[in-house]
């Protein structure tokens, strides 16, 4: 509503007085402010804050007098009352010296600003003043207060009486009043009131109400009260007073003209608001003022009385101050806005605290843009060093800047979705880049809302609203700076209005308009100045479409006039439509196509609003519908805050027979100081259908009877738009009571137009409070817009020697922050408090397509669950079941309670699951779902709430599904986790796992910081089988995957379902889940392999493998082409250059370690292998012969890996030392396209040549012989057969591969022929191997050299076993296992990373 802006400013005095200001009041006009010193009379004129005239009393008529004590303006400005301490009351005249200024502008040369134009010296020139003591008046008594009427005086003395004075010349001379002569009662309908009963009572404060006709008073024993006047005449006879019983400790009193309210400041620090009920005469209290403890701890009670209260001019705020320092400000109805008993108004950067500021008068400039202040800080800390040095030109006045809401002086902008705030000289809006948003909400933009746990993480995380996004799309205001031509000749700005598109605003001042487009950034003014000033804006502005509608007086015909200017035409008069009105205007308003004015009589009129096409410069025509007379129903009509038209009625099914009509001007809504009243069309009679549907033409029907709906209302929110899904929400009535928070009047549909129940209401109204202040209100999107002030401290720009002197020290820099909130919780709560739990279905499931419904339900939940659960006192009807029954109607209910419980404290657990279930329970339907991420949310809970087996079974339960289901992220938290369990078992419940983003691996990540290298020498292959035989201890995962400081039996439980799993995967032939699970885990898969390779790493059928390897891979298999027979890389030769062409030794075990993993052809088939490693791809490739025994090429070195493509991969034109290029036949390149398509993807090859590593070093040969066999690598082959012929390799594992290699040719001779080229090249190591299997003795002469262990010698189901009695073994038999187990393990990681020194590079497969 009002909203503090920037540091205030520190007025600048040419006075030489040495004494302080005590007293400050602005004129009725807010055109000038006096200043009163104790003997001294300064008038100031308020824009710039100059001093025009002062009187300086003689010190021989001070000594009569006394002090100046209070002052008080005439209504026309033109005379100044000031009381002194004597009981004297000065009268002073303020004449205007004619043509005189003492400010004038001054604009440099070449300026546009013209002096000659209408009222220049008026509106832009300091007027010079004469000021001079007219009459003196003895009251002979002690004055204590002063307060203006129309045409008199007011004067209270401490003697007891009411001294009524006229301004002109006293002439009449004066009535005075004895109060103990007028009778008080709590009424006005008394027969007979009493008298106050003793002599001593005086009145210490007062303040007149104009719309009450009456004064509001405060007395010096705290009593409160309220004398009004039975009759027009203002005499002893005639008044009579009511009192109030509640308040015994008033101190001063301030009236609000505008509501009808008066606000007595107690002695205890609050505030408390009265209004009179019309009927009876009774003081009706309204709402209390005062601070918190829960908001301020510190201060609530420490302020002491308060000190002085001002409402703003348009009536919407008031400020409080107290006696010992501070100040707040309030809404009309209560809404806390703003204190400076808090936050960084007390506390300093370096958290030292500071003295609170000290108000001992303040007065409210203009529009209420500024509040000037006396600080009673300065005139004490001052007062020695001016005593010093003598520096007039301090002074203790401030004035304080503030921005306003639109909706304080122009409340038809409630039908809007923009929020805009006017100061002084500019405006803020919140509709964001108006060049991105061309057309107008008129239907729900959203797309369909998917569950934000089935997106992709790369999805867009943006709003589906593109009109939400727009007005929420960031913090930051958009300023538009008004105009400074058409500001310095109409300031103050008094309304100002936004159209829907939130592209254009327009603006009045004193006189005129001007308006500026967004989307141009440019302001259009009034070309001929003349018609500018002849225009006095009177009833606000609204937009409708991109027309101008505006009331207004012309000065020049002195008429009310009703007009449209059209917003992309020249503004000029002759471009307008103007219309002639009765009346004065005093609001307007737009619905749809119909216009709504209240006049001055009273009346309420509708116009219907057309375009008219009239050439470049179409007009916007306006004829008379409808008029309705108010004036039996409101007294005064000031007192009508706002006026609207709305589609709202109470019959709520007509909206789902007839949507054409659901949108008709049904009812005004009529705002009367607070009072929310609704004039319904009377549907009562007979209607008779309309045959002509011009709305012209169509006889309105009459309105019934008003009927209040609401009271203490300030904002009134509605639309006009009409959606079928969403029509709880726009249908709806949003009121804003201020303290008392928000009130909806909702519709009630019947469920699938089924008829309604007779005994249930159409409508019903909802009470809920919001943490905001509401300044407009999204409906479809269920938010409420608004506006914060917030503060940035500056005080470390200074040093200490000068923290006096700057405002940036004493008070810190205010800026106002958007910002909203979801309202549709308290609605749905709301409605299950009052068990219509199907109307709250109904609004849920409209509302679900919402981005943050899930956040809706959490919230209602949490609300409910921290109210009921805190209560001290026994709920006799709890709703948290009901809210429980309710969420579960939802698929996000699960994700719902664990959010909730996971931002609760553990305290209200059990409260919270005893309504929506066993956490248990909660956690089983997670699984069936799938929902892992949900349920080690649940696994959190349980921890708390169960036992730690509990934990450790449903723990287990969600690891094994996370393993199933590759959820890697998941499953490393849950072996932090079950290691915490482990570790804390008998201690407290293990801390929270820390979550991370989760990491998406395109390749095996086991691998990225690893060297690999396979060309290693038969020696280095040979000793480590033969230290795998010496070796039969497991060899669990490395120490270095995880910390270790858990207990060694726990270990052990988590060890076995990682082996489980792999055993798992192994059995079913997924090596590339495989892969990635030893990848995503770190998890040893070399030291397990080792152990399985007689029995799960051991392949039972090669040919079941082959394919499965083949599918998992997405690897072609081989074909023979018809031409093959002829084919030209038989021959071996190029006619460039030497092909690649090695004769293959058959002498197996005579194999060096400098042959490569490419391999040998034998030179009786002379094939190639279809993969062959270049140089870098920079450099021109070369084929040459790898013929020198001392090179050493690796499958796994960083040539090979990243820089280098296979011939399939790369370019087939090859540049020998002594040709440019290479031509190859038809034939060769047919051959060459099928061994392209043979081969399968880059990344599934690298993936292998990574297993085969793996294989080779685990020595699971028969795996490394059927990966060989898919990369078709006859070099592979070699190196298998060199290591069974050279170590002691088990006879099984040789006949094994013996029988595979048989299986695999009969296979493809019959199936797959495209593997029979290949199986001819490694012919002679078949047959070689089949002499080897003979000669191989038999597995028992092979036993391990140490003892056997256990668990080495454990079938495959040993493990499970261990699994469930790992936990009931002893723990120190547990800890010695695994002692042995990390030792050996140990000594395995360090020879294995010994074995990867070779290469020299990190591969990262993406």
């Known amino acids: 509503m009002y909203f503090l802006s920037g540091w205030p400013k520190r007025l600048l005095c040419p006075l030489e007085s040495m004494e302080q200001p005590l007293h400050i009041q602005a004129d009725p006009q807010k055109t000038f402010f006096t200043v009163l010193f104790p003997s001294q009379l300064s008038i100031w004129y308020s824009r710039p804050s100059v001093l025009i005239v002062s009187y300086k009393e003689p010190s021989k008529s001070t000594s009569q007098f006394g002090p100046y004590k209070g002052a008080e303006w005439r209504p026309n400005s033109t005379m100044i009352a000031v009381s002194t301490v004597n009981g004297y009351i000065l009268f002073f005249d303020l004449l205007s010296a004619r043509e005189k200024y003492i400010y004038e502008p001054v604009y440099p040369k070449g300026s546009s600003h013209v002096k000659g134009t209408l009222h220049y010296k008026e509106e832009q020139c300091v007027p010079s003043l004469n000021l001079h003591m007219k009459k003196v008046l003895d009251l002979q008594a002690s004055i204590s207060s002063l307060q203006c009427m129309v045409e008199d005086l007011l004067v209270a003395t401490a003697d007891g009486f009411l001294h009524l004075i006229h301004w002109d010349g006293m002439t009449n001379g004066r009535k005075v009043i004895n109060l103990c002569t007028v009778p008080f009662s709590v009424d006005l309908q008394s027969s007979r009131g009493s008298f106050l009963g003793f002599e001593d009572v005086h009145i210490r404060d007062m303040e007149y109400c104009a719309t009450l006709n009456g004064f509001a008073v405060v007395f010096n024993d705290g009593r409160i009260g309220f004398i009004t006047s039975i009759s027009s005449r203002f005499t002893a006879e005639q008044l009579y007073g009511v009192c109030s019983q509640d308040v015994v400790d008033g101190t001063c009193v301030a009236v609000n003209n ?635 209910f699960l994700q719902t309670v664990v959010h909730c419980a996971r931002k609760t404290e553990y305290a209200l657990w059990n409260y919270l699951f005893a309504a929506v279930g066993n956490p248990k329970d909660l956690f089983e339907e997670c699984l069936m779902a799938q929902d892992l991420d949900t349920a080690a949310s649940y696994l959190i809970i349980l921890q708390n709430m169960e036992a730690p087996t509990v934990s450790r079974q449903h723990a287990t339960l969600l690891f094994n599904t996370a393993l199933e289901r590759e959820k890697w992220d998941l499953c490393r938290h849950l072996i932090r986790f079950l290691k915490a369990i482990g570790s804390r078992e008998l201690e407290t419940p293990p801390a929270t796992p820390t979550l991370q983003e989760p990491s998406l691996s395109g390749g095996f990540e086991f691998f990225r910081h690893r060297s690999i290298s396979l060309s290693q020498s038969a020696e280095n292959l040979h000793s480590k089988f033969n230290l795998q035989k010496t070796l039969s201890m497991i060899s669990g995962p490395s120490g270095k995957r995880w910390i270790t400081d858990c207990d060694c039996a726990e270990n052990m439980y988590i060890d076995m379902m990682l082996w489980r799993h792999a055993r798992h995967l192994l059995e079913e032939i997924k090596l590339k889940d495989l892969g990635c699970f030893a990848a995503q885990l770190s998890f040893e898969l070399i030291g397990w392999l080792r152990k399985e390779r007689t029995r799960a790493a051991c392949v039972e059928d090669f040919v079941i493998a082959l394919k499965k390897l083949h599918e998992d891979f997405l690897w072609p298999f081989p074909v023979i082409p018809a031409s093959s027979i002829n084919s030209p890389f038989k021959t071996g030769m190029y006619r460039t250059g030497t092909f690649l062409n090695v004769e293959m030794d058959t002498g197996v075990p005579n194999i060096p370690r400098s042959h490569s993993w490419l391999g040998t052809i034998s030179s009786s088939q002379r094939e190639i292998d279809t993969i062959s490693f270049y140089g870098p791809p920079m450099q021109d490739a070369v084929l040459s012969p790898l013929l020198n025994k001392d090179d050493e090429c690796s499958i796994g070195s960083a040539t090979d890996l990243t820089e280098t493509s296979s011939m399939v991969d790369g370019d087939w034109t090859m540049v020998d030392e002594n040709s440019s290029s290479l031509s190859l036949t038809q034939s060769e390149l047919e051959h060459l396209s099928l061994e392209l398509a043979c081969k399968g993807p880059r990344k599934s090859q690298v993936q292998l040549q990574y297993l085969l590593h793996i294989f080779m070093e685990a020595g699971c040969l028969d795996w490394c012989i059927i990966i060989g066999f898919i990369l078709r690598e006859s070099s592979v082959i070699n190196q298998i057969f060199s290591i069974m012929q050279s170590s002691d390799i088990d006879g099984e594992i040789c006949q094994n591969i013996k029988t595979g290699l048989h299986a695999i040719d009969k296979w493809a001779s019959t199936d797959c022929p495209g593997y029979k080229p290949f199986l001819n090249i490694i012919k002679p190591q078949i047959q070689k191997l089949s002499e080897i299997t003979e000669e191989r003795v038999q597995p028992e002469a092979f036993q391990p050299v140490n003892p056997p262990n256990v668990t080495e010698q454990a079938s495959p189901g040993v493990e499970e076993s261990m699994t469930l009695s790992s936990h009931c073994t002893n723990p120190q038999s547990d800890a010695a296992n695994s002692s042995v187990i990390r030792h050996e393990e140990d000594k395995s990681t360090t020879e294995e990373k010994d074995s990867f020194q070779e290469g020299s590079y990190d591969c990262t497969v993406s």
């Open 258 to 892: 505008k509501y009808r309210l008066m606000a007595f400041g107690c002695a205890n620090g609050s505030v408390q608001v009265y209004t009179m009920d019309i009927t009876t005469g009774v003081m009706q209290f309204s709402h209390k003022l005062e601070l918190t403890p829960k908001q301020y701890p510190d201060i609530w009670n420490k302020t002491g009385p308060v000190k002085l209260i001002k409402w703003s001019p348009d009536g919407c705020a008031v400020m409080v101050t107290w006696e010992f320092g501070g100040m707040s400000l309030w809404s009309v109805f209560g809404a806390q806005l703003i204190c400076t008993l808090g936050g960084d108004f007390v506390y300093r950067s370096d958290g030292t605290k500071k003295d609170p500021l000290k108000i001992t008068s303040m007065s409210w400039g203009s529009e209420g843009y500024h509040l000037w202040v006396i600080d009673g800080n300065f005139s004490q800390n001052t007062k020695c060093k001016r005593d010093a040095k003598n520096e007039a030109h301090q002074f203790s006045i401030l004035q304080f800047q503030f921005i306003k809401s639109v909706l304080t002086v122009n409340p038809c902008m409630s039908n809007q979705e923009q929020v805009l705030l006017q100061g002084e000289d500019r405006l803020y809006l919140n509709c964001g880049d108006a060049k991105r948003v061309q057309s107008p909400r008129n239907t729900s933009l959203h797309s369909e809302h998917k569950p934000a746990r089935g997106r992709s993480p790369f999805s867009d995380g943006g709003l589906d609203s593109r009109g939400l996004s727009t007005l929420l799309g960031h913090r930051h205001w958009h300023v538009v700076q008004i105009h400074s031509t058409y500001l310095e000749s109409n300031w103050p700005i008094r309304f100002s209005a936004i159209d829907k598109l939130g592209q254009n605003v327009a603006v009045v001042g004193k006189f005129g308009f001007a308006h500026y487009s967004l989307l141009t950034e440019k302001w259009k003014l009034f070309g001929n100045i003349v018609q500018e000033q002849n225009m006095m804006v009177t009833g606000g502005l609204a937009w409708w479409n991109d027309f101008i509608v505006l009331a207004c007086y012309n000065l020049n015909d002195h008429q009310e006039e009703l007009r449209t200017y059209l917003q992309t035409s020249n503004l000029d008069n002759t471009f307008a439509y103007i219309t002639k009105v009765q009346a004065a205007t005093l609001l307007l308003s737009v619905f749809r196509d119909i216009v709504i004015l209240f006049r001055a009589d009273c009346s309420i009129c509708l116009y219907s609003i057309e375009r008219r096409p009239d050439g470049l410069n179409p007009t916007a025509s306006v004829q008379v519908l409808q008029e309705v007379s108010m004036s039996r129903y409101i007294p005064h009509p000031f007192l009508v805050v706002s006026v609207t038209l709305t589609s709202v009625r109470t019959e709520t099914s007509i909206s789902l027979k007839m949507p054409q009509q659901a949108c008709e001007a049904e009812s005004i809504m009529l705002n009367l100081a607070g009072q929310l009243i609704m004039l319904q069309r009377d549907r009562s009679g007979l209607q008779i259908r309309e045959k002509d549907n011009n709305p012209n033409q169509r006889k309105f029907l009459p309105f019934c009877a008003p009927v209040v709906l609401a009271q203490s209302v300030e904002n009134v929110w509605t639309t006009c738009r009409l959606e079928k899904q969403k029509h709880h929400l726009l249908e709806a009535l949003w009121l804003s009571c201020g303290g008392a928070g928000m009130k909806v009047w909702l519709p009630l549909f019947p469920r699938d137009h089924r008829k309604p129940h007779s005994f249930l209401s159409r409508r019903i109204m909802l009470p809920f409070h919001i943490n905001i202040y509401p300044l407009a209100v999204l409906f479809e999107d269920a938010l409420f817009l608004g506006a914060v002030n917030d503060t940035v401290l500056y005080d470390c720009l200074y040093t200490q020697t000068s923290t006096r002197e700057h405002l940036e020290v004493l008070f810190p820099f205010c800026i106002v922050e958007r910002t909203s909130q979801i309202y549709l919780h308290h609605i749905l709560r709301q409605l299950l408090v009052r068990n219509l739990g199907e109307q709250a279905l109904l609004l849920a499931h409209s509302c679900a397509t919402l981005p943050y419904f899930p956040h809706v339900l959490e919230l209602m939940l949490h609300e409910v669950l921290e109210e009921e659960a805190t209560s001290r006192e026994p709920i006799p009807d709890p709703l948290l079941p009901t809210v429980a029954k309710f969420i579960t109607e939802f698929p996000l």
